[in-house]
């Protein structure tokens, strides 16, 4: 069974950020950093809550990238929240991902 997935606003602005940061590296990588984070994003159609709970949200760790999404169920949906740098200190992980329960 496949659910919809919607990735939120919040965590709209976390790829742009992180595609940034990329970029600012080397020109292109922002880019391969976003193709494979919408790689991971879509396999959750298929394996949504399969993943750890970390912080009250499912987490999937990226294939590619140190970066983590957070994500829930709410009514049939798959809400993403959050695509996090998992390099940060976990307090300050911890601290964005709950500030994004709605």
């Known amino acids: 069974m496949s659910r ?5 606003d919040r ?4 790829i742009e950020s992180a595609r940034d940061f990329y970029d600012g590296c080397e ?3 922002g880019d391969y950093f976003v193709d494979c984070i919408l790689s991971d994003i879509a396999s959750l159609q298929f394996y949504f809550g399969s993943h750890r709970v970390h912080f009250g949200f499912h987490r ?3 294939r590619r990238f140190p970066f983590a999404v957070y994500y829930e169920l709410v009514d049939e949906v798959v809400s993403v929240v959050a695509i996090l740098d998992v390099r940060m200190q976990p307090s300050k992980i911890r601290s964005m991902v709950i500030n994004r329960r709605g």
């Open 11 to 14: 965590a709209r602005e976390d």
């Open 27 to 29: 020109v292109g990588v």
């Open 4 to 8: 919809t997935v919607v990735v939120l």
């Open 60 to 62: 999937l760790l990226s």
